[in-house]
């Protein structure tokens, strides 16, 4: 089965996939290695690894190098998070994804964000049009930001939800990614309604995997969070460093960190 | 004062140099906002970063466009670990040193390994030319592995790598790197013998940097700690999130992690 298909069928239920979101190569590898069934990869931690802030901002020719050098050592299928696309031009951001399946990826991310949901869709078509054309039957994993960015009141969020769940759908996605969607009856609603697999974002207050497989939710991602954790644990490391110099912490951290070169070699 | 101006007075003494090494933006911004004088990368994890493993093979043009990154955003002056510079062929280093300044590095590290000890001084001595007509102090470390890949029988050890840092001393040499040298009295007999600042890698067993100092060694690198302090907390977090999907302990994790949107906002 290809990556393609393989990553598709993780999404069919009833198990959750409980997907982490990698920055580079290194990161990545740690992943599947670790049992990942997929790799994601997470647009801010990408940015920030590169020197830039999250938001459309990092050079499109670096993402896709990232890309690809992840795609190179990964032995499980890859999905890029490509924020809004890098452009508002639905021809621009389809050229875009010709070079990210290039890249080695099955599945993207594309976030509506405060931009009009018609735009996205046609963003949407765009993408399924040169993906198709490519030869490859890309996850698309249309994320609405409706509770993320507060698009609307909150007593309308979740019919507004629904109803971009629905449009982007029509356009040629192939799951619905609800960030900031927390509590449980609401993602269950959610699930239930949305006429494509729902993705939900690892948070402090989310339900555990387990509770959101019974919710019916059928994809779970890190977002940052794995980045944070490696990020605060060498913050913590490096004022330690600074400090004394005294390596023995940092050596027995180090215990548990893979071996690369045997990964890599 | 410039960057290599300031990064030969870190070396003078008789402060020691405490030099975190990074192997991307991120970590190298995170290392320069805790207070680090100067950020060194690793040449193993930057390697490792992009899927490569140590020992030569990283690309070079990945090489001049992770330091581009990092010394895009870095307030302090970079050093490179170059490996053995990625050629036997001392012209080819020179180049590849060219662009490691074009990058914006105003120090390299350039390691012997398993080389003929005067393949390494005409090494130096390309890269002091090169780096010359640069119109650049370039901060050269020379690094013998005598120690790390026990080259000479254990008691011909010390002879030998004063006899390498009196030769790379007269090709061009700034400054002598011996790791792996770890025990308290030879470290003291090394800083005293060596004709340039003496640079010793932390490692379990190692002085502190207090100690290193009173001993007249000049520069400690953290080598890969600092990375696997990051990747063991990293494979940590993945098992726990794969195993439950539970977004508690990340999100606590992530309490220390920078904020890299308003860094590189």
């Given at each position: 089965?290809?990556?393609?298909?393989?990553?598709?069928?993780?999404?069919?239920g009833?198990d959750?996939l409980?997907?982490p979101?990698?920055?580079?190569?290194?990161?990545?590898?740690?992943?599947a290695?670790?049992?990942?069934?997929?790799?994601a990869?997470?647009?801010?931690?990408?940015a920030w690894?590169?020197?830039?802030?999250?938001?459309d901002?990092?050079?499109v020719?670096t993402?896709?190098?990232?890309?690809?050098?992840?795609a190179?050592?990964?032995?499980?299928p890859?999905t890029?998070d490509i924020?809004?696309?890098?452009?508002d031009?639905p021809?621009?951001?389809?050229?875009?994804?010709?070079?990210v399946?290039?890249?080695?990826?099955?599945?993207?991310n594309?976030?509506?964000?405060?931009?009009?949901?018609?735009?996205?869709?046609?963003?949407?078509e765009a993408?399924?049009e040169?993906a198709t054309?490519?030869?490859?039957?890309?996850?698309?994993?249309?994320?609405t930001?409706?509770?993320?960015?507060q698009?609307?009141?909150?007593d309308?969020?979740?019919?507004?939800?629904?109803?971009?769940?629905?449009l982007y759908?029509?356009?040629?996605?192939s799951?619905?990614?609800?960030?900031?969607a927390n509590?449980?009856?609401l993602i269950?609603?959610l699930?239930?309604?949305?006429?494509l697999?729902?993705?939900?974002m690892?948070?402090?207050g989310?339900?555990?995997?387990?509770?959101?497989?019974?919710?019916?939710v059928?994809?779970?991602?890190s977002a940052?969070?794995?980045?944070?954790?490696?990020?605060?644990?060498?913050?913590?490391a490096t004022q330690?460093?600074?400090?004394?110099?005294?390596?023995?912490?940092?050596?027995?951290?180090?215990?548990g960190?893979p071996?690369?070169?045997?990964r890599f070699?």
């Open positions: 089965m290809s990556h393609a298909a393989t990553f598709h069928a993780l999404h069919a009833p959750i409980v997907l979101n990698a920055w580079d190569a290194a990161s990545a590898a740690l992943m290695d670790a049992g990942a069934k997929a790799v990869t997470s647009s801010a931690a990408v690894a590169h020197g830039y802030a999250d938001g901002v990092l050079p020719p993402l896709i190098r990232a890309l690809e050098e992840i190179r050592i990964l032995p499980v890859l890029a924020e809004g696309g890098y452009s031009d021809g621009t951001v389809a050229d875009t994804v010709r070079a399946i290039g890249a080695g990826a099955v599945g993207i594309l976030e509506d964000g405060r931009r009009a949901p018609d735009l996205h869709a046609r963003k949407i993408v399924r040169a054309k490519a030869g490859v039957d890309l996850f698309i994993n249309a994320r930001d409706v509770y993320l960015a698009l609307v009141a909150p309308l969020a979740e019919a507004e939800a629904i109803r971009r769940a629905r759908a029509g356009a040629g996605a799951g619905i990614f609800i960030p900031f509590e449980a009856a269950g609603r699930a239930a309604a949305a006429p697999p729902l993705n939900i690892s948070f402090a989310v339900p555990t995997a387990a509770q959101l497989q019974t919710l019916g059928r994809r779970l991602s940052t969070g794995l980045f944070k954790a490696a990020f605060a644990a060498l913050q913590s330690a460093y600074l400090a004394s110099g005294d390596p023995g912490p940092l050596a027995a951290a180090g215990t960190a071996n690369f070169n045997a070699g």
